[in-house]
């Protein structure tokens, strides 16, 4: 106890700091438990086997008939180095992800704590600690806790006063990286720069992009010419002709395309502020009451909340573009969104003590509207996500049966006429379709309801004069989003908000039913045995085993698989097709699909074809129905 009450007090640490410590140590916990227990996704065996192959030199990145490389190439290099170093698997890889996303957490403290208090940096961590939903998108092995784990140190490196050029060059280096991990990030290469120019001078931004832009320029040649595929999959065709000859060819059809309608995409929009409630009312609290040039007593403080608030605005119009507009995944916006979105928790504490100075009264609109706005919406996306239910079966049913007056024109005519009835003669639906209209209606006053009234308890509470109030916070809409971030902190482990992610929920381990799985496809597969692989939901088994080999477009599933093509033409690309299926079903010693894929054409290929059944394997979890691996050989 007397060493720890020496470091407590060398390191000048506060009650705050120790309640952050608690915030860590929770959060490690669920990281812990969610990399244990979250089913594995198609993009997160792509990343581990594809990096595995790299890493161990199988394979190139980008290379002609090689796996489709639909990323940066650190993206996959970094978790294939990961396996290399530790054995390869799920087990290696979530770890890594784990302490990834703890080195995440202690740099956002650092960060507040230096641009604030330590009680804004406590809260920073329960912020973080108390939503489900990020810490299992950070606690598995795709890039998002790699990334947000790069930006916010980039931050560490460069926010302050008496900054070192080390420490600048450093940043510029890991901005780099990130570009060459993923490169929807590339922005943040360019902005940091500019950031960098007006806070420290040109002399250090020159010798800082030097360094930042060397690398990316490095990293590019090193996958020269291969790599210009990321930039033709991702730029106009009209402004970048030279690249056509490294996208994917026009006449390949994709099998797989979004079509998404209005609704699909406002619900992506809406899970989105639900899973990234916090720091998104944080960022909007920060620009809706943006202090005035006067409140500002330090200049690199009011330039780090414009880096910070910049930055997140960037990225965010950039993702929200390519989910909702350009239809790139509508679905993935709210997984898109953890790359950044603790820059809101940033943009605000940077700005703080400035709007506190800044006690002008702000235009009532500002908050008599935003509040109500961002009290609503989580509860629509959390509604139409079926994780709220206010209306019984039989609820419904009683309004529908509710006997309302009958109407001539505007004239009220003699009878009465049930609710269905009148939506039948009307709008002529069948009462399976009033009994969904009327739900949702009946549940969208209810939230329209539940909305307004916490929002009046909101203003009620700014308005009363009250101890919890600091003087310097005395205008409501302030005292408003102060008592939203609680609430949002509070409801967060609910399916109101990030309690809600659960699609990948499973109570058993799941990289030990990996192993499990591999080990009774061993009994069947042979080392050096070329399979064909229809996994469907990801392709970890293969990890398992190691001395085989597979077909690699087929990693990706649905997304490499084309309709039309030219076989050998799809096959340099990365893609597969009709011609290539046929081929590869006479090619492989062994044939492994999914149960839940063995439908459609490739059900009718074989058992129509010479094709005979081995044996299958056990459930890969009870979570997963249908996930167990049927066996087949070709057998002319």
């Not at 608690?22 to 792509?46: C, K, M, N």
């Not at 839940?596 to 129905?625: H, K, M, N």
Request: hydrophobic letters at 50%; aromatic letters at 14%.
């Amino acid at each position: 106890m007397q060493a720890l009450s020496a470091f407590i007090q060398k390191r000048k640490l506060d009650r705050f700091d120790l309640l952050a410590l608690a915030g860590a140590v929770y959060y490690l916990i669920q990281s812990i438990a969610f990399a244990r227990t979250q089913l594995s996704v198609l993009d997160e065996g792509a990343y581990l086997l594809k990096g595995w192959w790299f890493a161990t030199g199988q394979y190139l990145p980008y290379q002609d008939f090689g796996p489709f490389t639909n990323h940066m190439p650190f993206s996959f290099l970094i978790p294939g180095w990961v396996q290399a170093a530790f054995g390869p698997g799920l087990n290696s890889a979530r770890a890594f992800a784990v302490l990834i996303s703890l080195i995440f957490l202690a740099g956002l403290w650092m960060l507040v704590r230096r641009l604030g208090t330590s009680t804004w940096a406590a809260i920073a961590v329960w912020v973080l600690a108390l939503n489900p939903a990020l810490i299992k998108m950070y606690s598995v092995a795709v890039s998002q806790g790699l990334i947000i784990a790069l930006l916010i140190w980039i931050l560490v490196l460069v926010i302050g006063e008496n900054i070192s050029e080390k420490r600048l060059n450093t940043a510029m280096f890991l901005a780099a990286l990130m570009a060459l991990t993923r490169l929807n990030m590339t922005a943040v290469l360019f902005v940091l720069p500019v950031y960098i120019w007006y806070q420290f001078g040109a002399k250090h931004a020159r010798r800082s992009a030097a360094i930042g832009f060397g690398l990316w320029v490095l990293g590019h040649a090193l996958f020269w010419p291969g790599i210009l595929q990321m930039w033709a999959n991702y730029t106009p065709e009209s402004l970048t002709p030279f690249l056509d000859s490294w996208r994917v060819p026009t006449e390949a059809i994709a099998s797989w395309t979004s079509n998404a309608d209005f609704r699909a995409r406002s619900l992506s929009v809406l899970e989105t502020l639900r899973f990234h409630y916090v720091p998104i009312t944080m960022a909007i609290f920060a620009f809706l009451y943006w202090p005035k040039l006067k409140a500002w007593q330090d200049s690199w403080r009011k330039l780090a909340a414009l880096f910070a608030g910049l930055l997140l605005l960037v990225l965010l119009l950039m993702h929200a573009v390519a989910s909702l507009i350009l239809n790139y995944c509508v679905f993935c916006f709210p997984l898109y969104t953890a790359f950044y979105s603790a820059l809101g928790i940033v943009f605000l504490v940077a700005a703080w003590p400035a709007m506190q100075r800044d006690v002008s009264s702000a235009s009532k609109w500002k908050h008599y509207i935003a509040i109500p706005l961002l009290v609503l919406a989580p509860l629509l996306g959390s509604f139409y996500s079926n994780t709220i239910s206010f209306l019984g079966a039989r609820d419904v049913r009683a309004l529908l049966n509710l006997e309302l007056p009958r109407f001539n024109g505007l004239a009220i005519a003699e009878g009465q006429i049930p609710l269905w009835g009148l939506l039948e003669n009307r709008f002529e639906f069948s009462f399976a379709q009033s009994f969904k209209v009327i739900e949702d209606f009946s549940a969208l006053l209810i939230i329209v309801f539940i909305s307004l009234l916490l929002s009046l308890v909101i203003f009620r509470i700014s308005k009363a004069k009250l101890s919890i109030w600091s003087d310097k916070i005395d205008h409501i809409g302030k005292r408003s989003f102060l008592l939203l971030i609680a609430i949002g902190m509070l409801f967060s482990p609910t399916p109101i908000l990030g309690g809600g992610y659960q699609t990948y929920d499973c109570d058993q381990n799941i990289p030990l039913a990996y192993e499990q799985l591999a080990k009774e496809l061993e009994s069947f597969v042979d080392p050096g045995d070329l399979i064909f692989w229809r996994g469907g939901r990801s392709a970890i088994p293969l990890l398992y085993l190691p001395e085989s080999t597979t077909f690699p477009p087929q990693l990706n599933g649905d997304y490499t698989y084309r309709l039309a093509g030219q076989g050998e033409e799809l096959q340099r690309a990365g893609l597969w097709g009709p011609d290539l299926l046929e081929d590869w079903l006479k090619q492989a010693d062994v044939i492994l699909i999914e149960r839940d894929l063995f439908r459609t054409w490739l059900q009718t290929a074989i058992e129509s074809g010479p094709y005979a059944f081995v044996g299958e394997t056990a459930l890969l979890t009870d979570c997963s129905p249908q996930s167990d691996i049927l066996i087949y050989e070709y057998s002319p």
